[in-house]
């Protein structure tokens, strides 16, 4: 084709996006449709955004057609591997796009993209339920040719049969319908919240004129906020509701007030104000339980984890509740030290805004370590030299700046990675610092699978990460704290993960694994930052350049597990909540529910499609479960109150439903995973090649219990995260 089609939707009053009528823009000059490797990300406008997408979905929809109603015989080729290829170009082609919803959205791009997005999702949606499509599917599972698949080939066919199933190509054509319009809503929802949390946590502003406030907040920080001041115009420290500015307060501000006052600006967020989230809350859990239940499955739970490790809501809420048991007294031991020390500090009464500061000092006092005191051995460029050197080390990859000036902000920089022979085999993209128009925490993302071919040469991986880290000022680098230094291992992980994948078949390949295993690569990375050996060239004064001096080091381990039940439990608290949100109250809040609600006979599939009549204010509802849920993980009632439901992305925008509990199922695995180096030497590359074997390149070509037992040669050993992150039982 040689010119985007022109788009009309009539307008609906009912349908919250708005027409859309692209601009004639031709497919060869819309960076959107480019297939450069090197993304042309500063070219990217929100003009680009309407006509580039409908380009990739016509264009992808015209080969599903044809793959449907071709009347060649069935075979791997024509069937499996054709739709593969439409669905990874289209996969690819949006992947910028969203990339740029994350770091770099503005109004005209975010209303570009909500624009399209219900067509996005139709296409998604509508996939499986292509009656014709499934029928070439099926038709060639029962082929010789497929009976007889092995290996990889045989998995793969098996789970995009499921995958089928599981998303409703046996459904009814009522039932294909509401799926359709459930999946719809759900990813404008879903779009809706994060875009909310986006705009609130950048609307608060909290200017501080009373130099007394600042009391306790180390100087650098209180200088970035005085130059955030000046910034504006304005005399004083203006204090955000971002990252390097929050925690700051938090852990160091002498005065109670300011803390509770940015404690209760961060947890009121999307509670009641102009970007409220309350009211999206019961409706999206209320769609995703019909949706479960119309694909047959008890709740969304079940439907999720039938795929993960887990394989069900009650196992993973199971193994919520062991951790709980086993956690507890470190947890009662932590709070008593924290409410202990609160009143040597004059606070009789230990309440949310309270933990950090506490917890902070107590740490100092015992341990002699400061955060702020290990900055200057961590700075952003040395952190990264050092991780790419244990990249060389212990996986046999290079890592090398490459030029690219197609990036999206300054701040950007680019990377090719490179195996001992010198064979390429990806690149990805970095952001570290936090703006307005970028999202908060950290996270890795996808933007391009390779593959190995025939004749052995490997397509190249595409992929990025991010942070929202102190960035660099009047002359002095970015300075980590020892914890955000594990945040960039933890994502260059999941970096690793993509980009050393071997497996032939792409979507089998890389990070496209069950959902509580994904994390495991992630994660033992962290503990690199904690060994010496490592710690000798990740670290280095930005001043000096020495490296964290023994001492320190020793302080460090000492104050590993120092609070360790308190975090422990915190984290199991979340896991616990998602999956009794989605497995408790979900069921409650309307809609057919249940395998009956499948057949056309039964009286739910009979009943006129959507949910039933909501409570009176079923958000509050909600928030009122969430605390109840959250009690028994609180010292008091302060807080659950002062839950986070209503900014929560991973839960209600971020792809970790009813599957939260997954980053502690993974730790369980990756602790036990990591005892292997510590036996075997934490640098030792024989080790390291095994690892970057069995588990890093196999994405999911196997079982992730089978990859597992290939490392360790045995089954997992969780007593290892019980070793490392609580010690021995509270006397």
């Known amino acids: 084709m040689t010119e985007t089609l022109a788009w009309t939707r009539a307008h609906d009053p009912d349908d919250p996006t708005p027409s859309v009528l692209p601009k004639a823009i031709s497919p060869e000059r819309n960076p959107l449709l480019q297939r450069a490797f090197r993304i042309p990300f500063k070219d990217i406008r929100a003009l680009h955004v309407a006509p580039g997408v409908v380009e990739a979905l016509s264009r992808a929809q015209a080969g599903i057609d044809l793959l449907a109603r071709d009347p060649e015989p069935r075979n791997w080729e024509n069937t499996i591997q054709r739709l593969d290829r439409i669905t990874q170009d289209l996969s690819e082609a949006l992947a910028p796009l969203h990339l740029l919803l994350a770091v770099a959205e503005t109004s005209e791009l975010r209303e570009a993209y909500n624009a399209v997005l219900p067509e996005i999702t139709r296409f ?23 009976t007889t ?11 995009t049969v499921r995958d089928f199933r599981r998303a409703g190509a046996d459904l009814p ?16 929802l879903q779009q809706k919240f994060s875009e909310n949390v986006l705009d609130a946590t950048a609307a608060f502003e909290l200017l501080i004129t009373d130099e007394r406030r600042m009391e306790g907040i180390p100087e650098g920080h209180r200088g970035r906020f005085q130059a955030a001041a000046r910034e504006k115009g304005l005399d004083g420290w203006l204090l955000t509701l971002d990252h390097p500015s929050y925690e700051p307060v938090m852990k160091y501000a002498s005065d109670r007030t300011l803390r509770e006052e940015m404690h209760r600006a961060h947890a009121g967020r999307c509670r009641g104000d102009a970007f409220d989230n309350v009211p999206l809350l019961p409706r999206i859990l209320a769609l995703r339980q019909e949706l479960a239940g119309i694909l047959g499955h008890r709740d969304f739970a079940d439907y999720r984890l039938e795929e993960a490790m887990a394989k069900t809501g009650a196992r993973a809420t199971s193994f919520e509740e062991d951790l709980v048991r086993r956690t507890g007294e470190y947890w009662e031991r932590d709070l008593a030290e924290l409410r202990g020390h609160a009143r040597t500090l004059g606070i009789a009464d230990l309440r949310p805004w309270d933990v950090a500061y506490v917890a902070e000092s107590l740490r100092r006092e015992r341990f002699d370590v400061d955060d702020e005191a290990l900055r200057p051995y961590f700075p952003l460029s040395k952190v990264l030299d050092g991780l790419f050197e244990l990249t060389r080390r212990v996986f046999g990859l290079t890592v090398s700046n490459a030029e690219n000036p197609q990036v999206w902000h300054p701040d950007v920089l680019f990377y090719d990675v490179r195996t001992e022979d010198g064979s390429w085999i990806g690149s990805f993209y970095t952001d570290w610092f936090p703006r307005k128009e970028k999202r908060q925490g950290a996270w890795m993302q996808d933007l391009r699978t390779g593959a190995p071919g025939e004749d052995g040469t490997l397509e190249a991986h595409l992929g990025f990460m991010a942070g929202n880290f102190s960035p660099p000022e009047e002359g002095r680098p970015s300075l980590l704290t020892h914890r955000e230094v594990q945040t960039v291992f933890h994502e260059f992980g999941h970096l690793l993960h993509h980009l050393t994948s071997r497996v032939p078949i792409p979507a089998r390949g890389g990070l496209n694994v069950a959902w509580d295993w994904v994390e495991l ?11 010496k050996e490592a710690l000798a060239f990740i670290s280095g004064h930005h001043e000096t350049g020495e490296p964290l001096p023994g001492h320190l080091l020793e302080r460090m381990l000492a104050a590993r597990r120092f609070q360790g039940g308190w975090r422990q439990m915190r984290q199991i608290s979340f ?10 109250l979900a069921p409650t809040l309307g809609g057919p529910q249940g395998p009956e609600a499948l057949g056309a006979e039964s009286p739910a599939a009979a009943a006129t499609p959507g949910l039933a009549t909501p409570a009176p204010d079923p958000g509050g ?28 992305t991973h839960l209600f925008s971020g792809g970790y439903a009813a599957g939260y509990y997954s980053y502690l199922w993974s730790e369980v695995l990756e602790a036990d995973a990591f005892t292997r180096f510590q036996r075997e030497g934490v640098l030792d590359r024989e080790t390291g090649r095994k690892f970057l074997e069995a588990i890093l390149c196999r994405g999911d070509s196997a079982d992730p219990e089978e990859l597992f037992r290939e490392f360790m040669e045995r089954d997992p050993d969780p007593s290892a995260l019980f070793h490392r992150n609580l010690g021995p039982p509270p006397s």
């Open 621 to 648: 509802a909600v928030l009122a479960f969430t605390e109840e849920r959250l009690l028994p993980f609180s010292p008091d009632p302060s807080f659950a109150r002062s839950h986070l439901l209503a900014t929560f």
């Open 149 to 159: 698949l092995t290996g990889l080939p045989a998995r793969h066919l098996q789970k």
């Open 173 to 188: 054509p009522n039932r294909k319908d509401r799926v359709e319009e459930i999946r719809v809503e759900l990813a404008h």
């Open 521 to 531: 690569p992630s994660q033992i990375m962290e503990n690199w930052t904690w060994e």
């Open 124 to 146: 998604w949606s509508r996939l499986p339920l292509n009656r014709e499509l499934w029928e070439q599917v099926r038709t060639y599972a029962d082929t010789h040719e497929a």
């Open 575 to 584: 896991g616990t909540l998602d999956l009794a949100l989605h497995r408790e």
